[in-house]
């Protein structure tokens, strides 16, 4: 009998959207005028979705009366804040192409993407922390030709650009399928590129994600998650505001404690994060103080989240709803999605089933031939959420979707017989030891399970003899009782295979993050790897 390939498309009696943004949100503020659409917990400003709907419009006409167009790209430079969230929503109505610039660039990369994707008009944060916005901005203004304006959140520049707002303004015709928004994804090599995305793409995948954690206007969903983020500004506020949610924005920037205050004092119904998000806040010590009662469910991505973390999100935090999500920027970005009456082995071993109306498979990194269900191979995803492309760059883009439009994802995959999919590695972070694949996940998740670790990174290193070894990068749970390599050693020895063993253990107080909250496993191995 011939076996099952490793392949699933999501059926669906539920339609695409063939909306716009601009559209979608229409229909949200008619239907739902009186119930509230978004709150800044900071600042105690709040929007019901007919205030939302005014103050999108108001800057919408703003940005056209300032001479935005169709196509125009307009950068946002900013840590959470109500006005980001605005400026998705105003460009998207008016056909601009949003670029979202990470917080933690410097002069260097923000220049970077400015030059590369023409941004004429960019809005940035003044500052936030060490972060001076507006000096990097201006220094790097006259490098970039296209740039006419730059206009800053909390400044009279901001009201200045409101100012403009002409009612009656007409905007261009817009496709579902124009480019709308172009994130750029963090490479580590090089220059990052920037995925374009499209009214479909986003808005969709918003709504279906949504619809797997089964939203409604009733939700609450608190964002601590980086709006410049996919995870932030799709699953986020699209899932939102397609359901006729409530955004609720807990601080400028992740913070535990006000993430947790914001679910007590707002009643959210939905928490987001990536689990080194949830571990911060479950050892706060004062967590059990905190009411998190109206908790039913949320969404955990990034990274695979430990079978410890889960049970107590779940049963602490009385997410017992709690979905996994897994994707890239590149597919808008969810491929595939726990539901919410999945158990907790299939919550933590897997990354979920594919998602309505999209296709994946796993397939021979070498020749392309689709996988035997149970063999590991890399994942690829095809379907409404595949990105355009990257942004002037052809090449790139034909290196990433084949001719058959396959996203390949650089990820090692097994799925399983019931469709489900298990993500064992990254193509590049895959450990070779003495011609033996490792796979760190695996020994990242027996290891979670030691008394004395909080959090563990595995990643390979160079070694002579056998090509690579393995090293474990540990935060203790008690840095005045640390770990030894001999008591992590002991821990292992019988229960894993000896060349899955670390042979190196490195204590660390916290791990190298991008902003998005991945840990940069590129980093540990090149600062540890000698």
Known sequence: MTPQPSYAHGTSPTALLGDTIGANLDRAVAAWPDREALVDVPSGRRWTYAEFGAAV?????????????????????????????????????????????????????????LRQSGVSLL????????????????????????????????????????????????????????????????????????????????????????????????????????FYHCFGMVMGNLAATSHGACMVIPAPSFDPAATLEAVQRERCTSLYGVPTMFIAELNLPDFASYDLSTLRTGIMAGSPCPVEVMKRVVSEMHMEQVSICYGMTETSPVSLQTRIEDDLEHRTATVGRVLPHLEVKVVDPATGVTRPRGVAGELCTRGYSVMLGYWNEPDKTAEAVDAG????????????????????GRIKDMIIRGGEN???????????????????QVVGVPHERYGEEVLACVIPSDPADPLTLQELRDFCAGRLAHYKIPSRLQLLDAFPM?????????????????
Request: glycine share 8%; net charge negative; charged share 25%.
């Open 405 to 424: 439009r396959w996203m390949h994802t650089g990820d090692l995959a097994v799925m399983r017989e019931d469709g489900y999919v298990e993500i064992v």
């Open 123 to 226: 809005v940035a944060s003044l500052g936030h922390k060490t972060s001076d916005y507006r000096a990097m901005a201006e220094h790097v203004r006259g490098h970039c030709p296209e740039l006419r304006e730059i206009v800053y959140i909390g400044d009279p520049s901001w009201e200045e650009l409101l100012r403009r707002a002409t009612p009656g303004v007409a905007y261009e015709e817009l496709s579902c399928d124009d480019p709308i928004n172009i994130q750029y994804t963090s490479g580590t090599t090089g220059f990052p590129k920037g995925a374009t995305l499209s009214h479909h793409n986003i808005l969709n995948n918003g709504y279906f994600v949504g619809e797997s954690i089964a939203y409604s206007e009733q939700d609450r969903i608190c964002i601590p998650v980086p």
């Open 438 to 456: 490792v796979y760190p996940r695996e020994i990242e998740e027996f290891l979670y399970a030691h008394p004395k670790i909080r959090d563990v």
């Open 57 to 113: 419009e108001e800057l919408a006409q703003a940005l056209v009366a300032g001479g935005v167009t169709k196509g125009d790209r307009v950068g946002i430079w900013a840590v959470n804040c109500p006005e980001w969230v605005l400026v998705q929503y105003a460009t998207a109505r008016v056909g601009a192409v949003m670029v979202n610039i990470n917080p933690a660039y410097r002069t260097h990369e923000v220049e970077y993407v």
């Open 514 to 530: 991008t902003v998005s909250g991945k840990v940069r496993k590129v980093e540990l191995r090149d600062r540890y790897g000698v």
